[in-house]
């Protein structure tokens, strides 16, 4: 017999649960994922999520428990309404996203799924499960704590650098929620894109570092490239636009972190996510960047790490929700 927690993550590109151990294991055969997008309608993002939900729930063998779900998602997210309003998924702006959630545990717990008429089982009373929803980044900043770079340091941020930039703090060793749940939500905050020179002027980290607008910046400047693999391969081979815009990544990044070590007094910064490897130095340029820009001295010493968790680090993270619930702030 296992125990297992519900883990749902829903993000800009794809819409991804499975069941996840109490030793943050993903359970064999249990994830499922389905493409989201900008031009994705309510319907069809409320659909993939159900399509992975039910796959992951009949997964669940017969001795096996659940003992309740997580969900991270991009956002903002209101947790107080268990809604959630995606940046990046204009269709779902308040969706019940905890609600529908819900509605899956019973369905699954009334034993069969009314689209495929087959036998389901949670091995619990899922109308008394507890189903906790967090925005994504800060469900990665508990997973991180939890399993991965953090471990045991009770004050860090983690970052994903990727499609978008997310975030989330651990702060006194509890994970930072705020008043909304929005803490942490680090790709919005504003930054000086100090490579324009004397034209300097903000923009959101996420518009500045993340992948599809590093190389949407890149282009701009006359790159030829499409995408970020091609982004990497110019950074080797010493192509000044791919370099400048690499290092214009990092350089917000870095400013992100010396800001938020400023405000927090952080121990440790965790970086992961596709773009942050899109070249072997990434992490050097951007600790660079955290030695050069604090005003106050005690910012400096915060340590930049290569975030310690694998692909399946945003159901981890959700899966964390339920697993270090007592670290809930």
């Known amino acids: 017999m296992t125990d297992y927690a519900l883990a749902v993550d829903v993000g800009g ?7 996840v151990a109490a030793d ?14 900008h031009d994705s309608t309510s319907d069809q993002l409320a659909d993939a ?19 309740g779900a997580g969900i991270g998602s991009a956002g903002p997210v209101d947790l107080v309404e268990g809604t959630v309003s995606p940046i990046n998924l204009p269709s779902w702006r308040g969706f019940p ?12 717990g009334e034993g069969s799924d009314p689209s495929t008429g087959t036998e389901t089982s949670t091995g619990a009373d899922t109308a008394d499960l507890p189903v906790t929803l967090r925005l994504d980044g800060v469900s990665l900043a508990l997973a991180e704590h939890w399993v991965g770079a953090t471990q045991g340091v ?10 978008g930039v997310g975030g989330g703090l651990i702060v006194n060793g509890r994970l930072l929620s705020g008043g909304t749940g929005n ?11 100090r490579p324009a020179g004397e034209n300097a002027w903000a923009a959101t980290l996420e518009v ?30 010493g192509d ?13 990044v870095g400013e992100a972190i010396s800001s938020v070590t400023t405000l927090l007094d952080l121990d440790v910064a965790a970086i992961g996510g596709g773009f942050s490897r899109v070249s072997d130095d990434y992490l050097d340029l951007v600790r660079a960047t955290v030695e050069e820009a604090p005003v106050n001295g005690y910012a400096r010493r915060v340590r930049v790490v290569r975030s310690g968790l694998s692909d399946e680090s945003p159901l981890v993270g959700a899966a964390a929700l339920v697993w270090q619930a007592d670290l809930l702030g």
């Open 208 to 237: 500045i570092a993340s992948g599809p607008n590093v190389v949407r910046w890149a282009q701009q400047q006359g790159w030829q490239g499409e995408r970020g693999e091609d982004l990497a391969a110019g950074y080797v081979a």
């Open 49 to 67: 999520v159900r399509d992975v939900v039910r796959h992951a729930l009949a997964a669940l063998g017969d001795d096996d428990v659940l003992v």
């Open 183 to 193: 803490a942490g939500h680090i790709g919005q905050i504003q930054i000086a894109d």
């Open 240 to 252: 000044e636009i791919a370099v400048a815009a690499v290092r214009r990544s990092a350089n917000a």
């Open 97 to 108: 996203l905890r609600a529908l959630v819900v509605e899956l545990l019973a369905e699954a």
């Open 154 to 163: 009770d004050n860090a941020v983690a970052i994903t650098v990727s499609t």
């Open 24 to 37: 943050g294991v993903l359970s064999p055969g249990s994830r499922d994922r389905r493409p989201t997008g």
């Open 13 to 19: 590109t794809k819409v991804e649960a499975a069941l």
